[in-house]
């Protein structure tokens, strides 16, 4: 993989809607922690390709417990108990304050600040994974 991982280099397609949107974003949160991109890239593939957590009901019903082993098949294992903490609530803001759709959180946040303060609400997301995920998604977005 290059230096920096694109959607396109997990096969998402970005410019196909709100599913693949949310796969990127899911990605993106993956591949902004300190840990190796391809072990990032694993644990993608794990969640999204394998266990089809493609959705953020999927994501947020998938339990906690079920999370931390979904990573750890992936070695995702430095940060698995925050991170899958992390993703549950991620699911669960999504759904409760943006139907569940990162279509409603672009045009609630207006302009791409708007949109990157509202990302960065979300615990867990930091300015590297709204960097990552914004890469990609402004395209699309403006």
Request: with cysteine; aromatic share 10%; net charge positive.
């Amino acid at each position: 993989m290059a230096a920096e991982t694109s959607a396109e280099d997990l096969g998402i397609g970005i410019t196909r809607g709100e599913v693949e949107l949310f796969k990127w974003f899911v990605a993106s949160f993956l591949f902004g922690k300190r840990i190796q991109r391809d072990i990032a890239a694993e644990a993608y593939r794990v969640l999204v390709e394998r266990n089809q957590l493609d959705t953020p009901r999927k994501l947020r019903d998938c339990g906690q417990r079920r999370l931390v082993q979904l990573l750890g098949q992936a070695r995702y294992v430095r940060y698995d108990e925050s991170t899958a903490t992390r993703l549950l609530k991620l699911g669960d803001k999504l759904l409760a304050e943006y139907d569940g759709r990162l279509g409603c959180l672009r045009e609630l946040g207006v302009t791409r600040d708007g949109v990157e303060k509202r990302l960065l609400a979300f615990e867990g997301v930091g300015p590297k994974t709204v960097e990552i995920f914004m890469r990609e998604a402004a395209r699309v977005w403006f």
